[in-house]
C-alpha cells in the first residue's frame, strides 16, 4: 500500500505525533507522485481569488493536484495521506488543509505559486471529514485556526494549525460530515449525516447552540447564503416502504432534497427546517452531495452523483416549505424555465462544485472521470475538462465501484448502492428491501465493511453466495435490469476492497486498553464467543436470540461480525437500540441468552470498552 517512500503506516500513531511535535516537512526528494495509471477520483476542489488556479483532494491517489483552470493542465501533483476527502484552503491562499479519512490526519500544505509542499501532518482521531479555517479566537487562542468533524467520533477538533496540535474536541450528533462557517465567522454549521440533524456551534467556544433535526439523512455538503441567512445542505428522505417500482417512483423508498435552517432565530424560537424537492416522477436524480452558493446569492449549483449531473437553480424563486414538507415531487412550475432549474449531464460522479470568483462557471471535481470540469453558470454549456490522470481502462473493482454508485441502476434513477450504503458503510437508515423475504419489516442498511469475511450474508443469514446477494441488490432493492455476470463480478471485486477500520477506542500502538483487556474477559466469561467468535466476532450459524418478529419468512438471524461496532450505531436488526449499552441491557442481555447473570455495572463499562475497541 505505501506507495510514497515517506508514506506514513495507517495507525503509527506515535510516529504521528512525533511527527506533529518536531513540524514534519516532507523531504522533497522522496515525494514521488502517483503513477499515471492510478485514478485520481477528485471528491472535492477549492479555487483560489486568483481565478486561476485550483486544489483538489484526489481520494484515490492519496494526492492533492493544484492546477490552472485556464491553461486546463495540472501543475503539479503531491502525496498526502490515505483517502483525501476535503479541503479548505486559507483566504491568503499560502495554506491548506487536507482531511485524510483513513489516516485519521490532516496535511498542512505551503502554497507557493505553483508549488505545494507538505508542512506537517496532524493526527486528529476518526475519520477526518469536513474542514474550514476560522479567523477569530477559539476559547482564548488566536492564531492559525481549523475546525476538523471527525466522522468516526461524532466531535468536532479545533487545531492550531501552526503548532500542529488539537486544542479543544467538541461533541457533535452521529457522523459529521461537511463543515462550514457563517460570513461573520462567528458559528460553525455541521451537517451530522447519521445524527439526522444540522449542529450550530459557538466558533468561540465550541459550545452547541442549535441542533436543527432534518427530515432525512445522508447530509452532504454545507453552504450558507451570502447574508447568513440559511444554511443549505443536500439530503434525502425516506418512509421506509417496500422496494416496488410504484413506491420507487412515488418517492417512497429515497427521495431527494435540499434542506435549508435558518441560522437567525431568536433565542426564544425553534428553529425550523425547509426543504425543496429535486426530483421529478419518471426521472429522479440521485446521490445530491456537492454544493456552492453564487456570491450574489440568487444561483445555487448542486451536484447529483448518482444521476452523473450538475443542478443549476435559482435560489431565490426555489419553494422552499416547512410544516407538512415539500412534496415527494418537484413543484412542475419549476421545471418551466431553464433559468430556474437546469440538470446539466455530466458524466461520471461530480462530488464537489464550487463557484469561481466572478460566478460565471462552477467547477466540479468528478470522481469517476477523474477529472475537474468547468461548467458555465448561465447556460449550463461545458467550458473545459482538465483531466487528473488515470488508467486508460478501469480495473473491475473500479468498474464495480461505478455500478455500487450509478443511480441509473435503479428504477427511475432514484437511488444507488451507495444511498445507503454510504461509501460501503451504512447511512444508519432503516430499509425494506425485500432481502428478508417479504413487505413491511424494514431493516437497518448492514455495513459492507469486511463483508468478504462473514458469510452468511443478510440479518437472517439464509443467503450463503454474495454474487446472489448482489444479483439481488441490483433487481430486488434497485428494481434495476438484470446484470451481466461481468456486472456482478465487478461489483463483488469492488466489495472486497471494503475493509474494517482500526478502533480508535484502543491504545495508539494497537493493543487494548486496560478495561477493554477486562471486557474481553467478561465477553468469554459471558459466552458471547459462541456467537461471536474471534477473530471478527461472528460465525456462520443462524441463531434465535428472542428478536424474532411474527411471521418471519426466515427463522432466526445471522449474529453479525462486530468488528468496527464502535462507529455503526443504531443496532439490532431494525435499529432499535441507539446504543451498545441499550443493547446489552434492554435487547440482547447475557442471560437471556446464554442464561449467565446480567453484567454488573463495571462488567458492563469493561464490556462496551471491549466492543468499542473490535
Ligand atoms: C434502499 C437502501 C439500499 C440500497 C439502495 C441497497 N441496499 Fe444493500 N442492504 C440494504 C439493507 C436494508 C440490507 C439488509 C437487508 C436484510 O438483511 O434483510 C442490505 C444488505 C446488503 C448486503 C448483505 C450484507 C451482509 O452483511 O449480509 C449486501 C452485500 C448489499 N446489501 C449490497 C448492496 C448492493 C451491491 C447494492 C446496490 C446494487 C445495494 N446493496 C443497495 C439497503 C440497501
Ligand atoms: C446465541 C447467539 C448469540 C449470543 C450468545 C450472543 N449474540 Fe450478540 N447477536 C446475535 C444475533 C443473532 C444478533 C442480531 C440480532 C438482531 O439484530 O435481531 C446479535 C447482535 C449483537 C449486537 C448488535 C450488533 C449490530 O450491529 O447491531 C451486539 C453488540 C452483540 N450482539 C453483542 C453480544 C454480546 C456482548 C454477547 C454476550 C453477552 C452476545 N452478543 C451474545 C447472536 C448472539
Redesign the pocket.
Known amino acids: 500500500m505505501n506507495r510514497w517512500t515517506f508514506a506514513l503506516p495507517l495507525f503509527s500513531l506515535p510516529l504521528l505525533a512525533l511527527l506533529a511535535v518536531s513540524g514534519f516537512t516532507a523531504p522533497k526528494e522522496t515525494v514521488v507522485a502517483p503513477a499515471a495509471n492510478v485514478d485520481r477520483s477528485p471528491i472535492d476542489i477549492a479555487l483560489f481569488s486568483d481565478g486561476r488556479r485550483a486544489l483538489t483532494a484526489n481520494a484515490t491517489a492519496d494526492s492533492v493536484s493544484l492546477i490552472d483552470l485556464t491553461a486546463g493542465k495540472v501543475l503539479t501533483e503531491i502525496p498526502v495521506g490515505r483517502r483525501p476527502f476535503d479541503i479548505a484552503l486559507r483566504p491568503d491562499g499560502k495554506e491548506a488543509l487536507i482531511s485524510n479519512t483513513l489516516a485519521n490526519t490532516v496535511s498542512v500544505l505551503a502554497i507557493n505559486g505553483d508549488k505545494v509542499s507538505v508542512l506537517r501532518i496532524i493526527p486528529v482521531g476518526d475519520e477526518p471529514r469536513g474542514l474550514t479555517y476560522i479567523g477569530g479566537a477559539v476559547n482564548g487562542v488566536a492564531g492559525n485556526k481549523a475546525f476538523v468533524a471527525l466522522g468516526g467520533e461524532s466531535a468536532l477538533a479545533v487545531l492550531d494549525v501552526t503548532a500542529g496540535k488539537t486544542i479543544a474536541r467538541y461533541p457533535t450528533d452521529a457522523e459529521p460530515w461537511h463543515i462550514t462557517v457563517t460570513p461573520d465567522g462567528k458559528r460553525i454549521i455541521v451537517g451530522c449525516a447519521r445524527g439526522r440533524s444540522v449542529n450550530l456551534l459557538s466558533a468561540t467556544t465550541g459550545k452547541k447552540e442549535q441542533t436543527i433535526k432534518v427530515v432525512g439523512r445522508n447530509l452532504r455538503h454545507v453552504a450558507v447564503s451570502p447574508d447568513g441567512k440559511w444554511a443549505y445542505v443536500p439530503t434525502i428522505a425516506?418512509r421506509m416502504l417496500g422496494?416496488t417500482r410504484p413506491n420507487i417512483d412515488r418517492g417512497w423508498?429515497?427521495g431527494n432534497r435540499l434542506t435549508r435552517v435558518p441560522l437567525e432565530t431568536p433565542e426564544d424560537e425553534r428553529p425550523t427546517r425547509e426543504a425543496t424537492t429535486l426530483d421529478t416522477q419518471g426521472n429522479a436524480v440521485a446521490d445530491v452531495d456537492g454544493l456552492s452558493i453564487r456570491p450574489d446569492g440568487k444561483q445555487i449549483a448542486l451536484t447529483a452523483g448518482g444521476t452523473h449531473e450538475l443542478l443549476l437553480m435559482r435560489l431565490t424563486d426555489l419553494p422552499f416549505i416547512a410544516f407538512g414538507g415539500p412534496g415527494d415531487h418537484i413543484d412542475p412550475d419549476v421545471l418551466d424555465d431553464p433559468q430556474r432549474f437546469r440538470r446539466v449531464k455530466l458524466g461520471g460522479r461530480p462530488v464537489g462544485a464550487t463557484y469561481t470568483a466572478d460566478g460565471k462557471s462552477v467547477a466540479v471535481a468528478n470522481y469517476l472521470l477523474n477529472a475537474v470540469q468547468i461548467v458555465d453558470a448561465a447556460s449550463g454549456r461545458m467550458i473545459r475538462t482538465i483531466p487528473l490522470g488515470g488508467p486508460s481502462q478501469p480495473s473491475l473493482a473500479r468498474r464495480g465501484e461505478a455500478?455500487?454508485l450509478d443511480g441509473d441502476?435503479?428504477f427511475n434513477s432514484w437511488?444507488?448502492?451507495?444511498?445507503?450504503?454510504t461509501e460501503g458503510h451504512t447511512n444508519g437508515?432503516?430499509?425494506?428491501?425485500?432481502?428478508?423475504g417479504g413487505l413491511g419489516k424494514?431493516?437497518?442498511?448492514?455495513?459492507?465493511r469486511g463483508?468478504q469475511y462473514?458469510a452468511?450474508?443478510?440479518?437472517?443469514?439464509w443467503?450463503k453466495d454474495?454474487r446472489q446477494?448482489?444479483h439481488d441488490?441490483?433487481v430486488n432493492?434497485?428494481q434495476?435490469p438484470e446484470p451481466t455476470a461481468e456486472d456482478v463480478a465487478a461489483?463483488e471485486a469492488y466489495?472486497k476492497t471494503l475493509e474494517w477500520k482500526q478502533s480508535p477506542f484502543r491504545n495508539p500502538d494497537g493493543s487494548l486498553t486496560d478495561a477493554a483487556k477486562r471486557g474481553e474477559a467478561v465477553f468469554a466469561a459471558k459466552d458471547c464467543n459462541t456467537c461471536h467468535a474471534a477473530p471478527n466476532y461472528t460465525t456462520p450459524r443462524i441463531a434465535t436470540v428472542g428478536l424474532e418478529e411474527k411471521d418471519d419468512f426466515y427463522k432466526g438471524y445471522?449474529p453479525?461480525?462486530l468488528r468496527g461496532v464502535y462507529n455503526r450505531a443504531p443496532y439490532l436488526?431494525d435499529g432499535r437500540a441507539r446504543t451498545l449499552e441499550e443493547v446489552l441491557t434492554e435487547y440482547h442481555t447475557p442471560s437471556q441468552l446464554t442464561g449467565k447473570p446480567d453484567c454488573t455495572p463495571t462488567e458492563l463499562a469493561d464490556m462496551i470498552a471491549f466492543l468499542k475497541s473490535l
Open positions: 425516506e422496494v423508498v429515497v455500478i455500487f441502476r435503479s437511488y444507488s448502492c451507495n444511498s445507503c450504503h437508515g432503516n430499509f425494506d428491501t425485500l432481502n428478508d424494514p431493516k437497518k442498511t448492514l455495513s459492507l463483508i462473514t452468511p450474508y443478510t440479518w437472517h443469514g443467503n454474495l446477494v448482489i441488490s441490483l432493492t434497485m434495476g461489483v466489495l445471522n453479525p461480525s436488526h
